[in-house]
C-alpha cells in the first residue's frame, strides 16, 4: 500500500509540475550562458534584460526574461472565454487566437495552435530534470511557455502558456 501511494504522489507532482519551471533554475543557466532575451545573432529584437525589466510588468518580466511559471489557475487569462487574440507583452505582437484557445484542465491558458508559426520558437528545455519543449517568441527570444504533444486536434498540440507573457486585445 505504502508503494502504491508513494507512486501515485509522484505521479501527481509530475503532472503538477508539467508546465511550471523554477525560476532559480532559469537565473543559475543564465549565469553560466549568455540570456536568449539579450542575444542578437538567434533573436534579432533581442535586447538587455535592463530594457526589459524598463518595458514588462514584475511578473511578465519573471515569466519572460527569468523563465519562471505563474501559479495555475491565479492568473488572468486561463479561463478567459473572450473572443480577441492575445499579444506578446513585451512587443506587442499577435501570437495566439482565442479561436484556438481550449479548456486543458492545468489552469493556464492553453491553446492548440499559434495564430503565426512563425512568431513562436521551439526551443530545447532541459531544466529541473525535464526535457520540454520551450515556447519563445521568435523576434526576441522571451519565454512564453512550453508545448506538449496530447492536445486536441487538428494539432495535437497543447501550448501551454503564461498569461503575463501577453496582453489581451479582444475583438470588436
Known sequence: MKKINFWTTSLLLL??????????????????????SENT??????????????VLSAKAYEIMVNKGTEAPYKNPYWD????GIYVSAAT?????SSDAK????????SFFQAIDNKAIKIVRDNS??????????????????????D??????????????????????
Request: charged residues 20%; aromatic residues 10%; glycine residues 8%.
Open 41 to 54: 545573432k538567434l533573436y534579432p529584437g533581442a535586447k538587455p534584460d535592463a530594457h526589459w525589466k524598463k
Open 92 to 96: 506587442d505582437k499577435p501570437l495566439f
Open 128 to 149: 529541473n530534470g525535464m526535457i520540454r519543449d520551450e515556447v519563445v517568441e521568435t523576434s526576441t527570444g522571451l519565454h512564453l511557455g512550453h508545448v506538449f504533444n
Open 102 to 109: 481550449f479548456e486543458s484542465g492545468t489552469g493556464w491558458p
Open 15 to 36: 503532472a503538477l509540475n508539467a508546465c511550471s519551471q523554477n525560476p532559480n533554475s532559469a537565473k543559475q543557466q543564465r549565469t553560466t550562458t549568455s540570456s536568449s
Open 151 to 172: 492536445g486536441p486536434e487538428p494539432t495535437g498540440k497543447r501550448y501551454c502558456m503564461n498569461s503575463y507573457a501577453f496582453k489581451f486585445i479582444p475583438s470588436k
Open 80 to 83: 478567459n472565454h473572450k473572443k
